[in-house]
């Protein structure tokens, strides 16, 4: 995906080729602006989740913690999507440190050095933790050309993110923008495993 500046922005685009223009607000907030109020994060994933959260990935633990928890780490970012006003897309992450549990369990694809991926050094990786898009506004251009702010301006080496193996459609989505499947994990006891992707940042 292009990176675009790391500013919040305001764009006009068409949800529908020939549909009426809408406004797109895109914005780039703090650990301290999501612990504010975890509330509206909590409630656009639940909605999103309605028909899966008795699954453990999306319940053990609670996303409200997760969200808590990753807004305390170092180098966290949530970059948040308006419609019009309205909450269509939301994504996050942060920088993982050297002693980061990200890897554990990682089982490699076939010619992929489990050993490089999994080193971390100080601002080497920025975690992409979780991107949500809601019903509605899919199919309308936002993971394109609103999310990528998510990775606007950042300084890291390399992104990485995670996909639960039977969500083939998001992993279709980041392939194509340039994300690589280098293998597999399950992030936490009792969750699916995922596929572990990568994408380069800077250089």
Known sequence: MPVPPATAAIATASAEPAGPATAWRVDNLT??????????????YETVYADVLHLPDHSTPPFGERLAFS??????????????????????GYALQPTTGWWNGFVPRPGVDAGDV?????????????????????????????????????????????VAE??????????????????????????????????????
Request: hydrophobic fraction near 45%; charge should be neutral.
């Open 118 to 162: 999994a080193a971390e050094r100080p601002g080497r990786t920025f975690a992409m933790c979780e991107a949500l898009v809601h019903t509605p506004f899919r199919g309308t251009g936002i993971v394109e050309h609103a999310m990528p702010f998510l990775l606007s301006g950042r300084r890291e080496e390399r992104a990485a993110g995670l």
């Open 71 to 92: 807004a305390n780490r170092p180098g966290f970012r949530l970059t948040a999507c308006r419609v019009d006003g309205e909450l269509a897309a939301f994504a996050y």
């Open 31 to 44: 650990g301290a602006d999501v612990l504010a109020d975890l509330t509206p994060w909590v409630d656009a």
């Open 166 to 203: 039977t969500n083939t459609h998001a992993l279709d989505i980041f392939l194509r923008n340039g994300w690589r499947h280098v293998g597999d994990l399950a992030p936490h006891p009792g969750w699916r495993r995922h596929h572990c992707l990568l994408m380069p940042l800077n250089g």
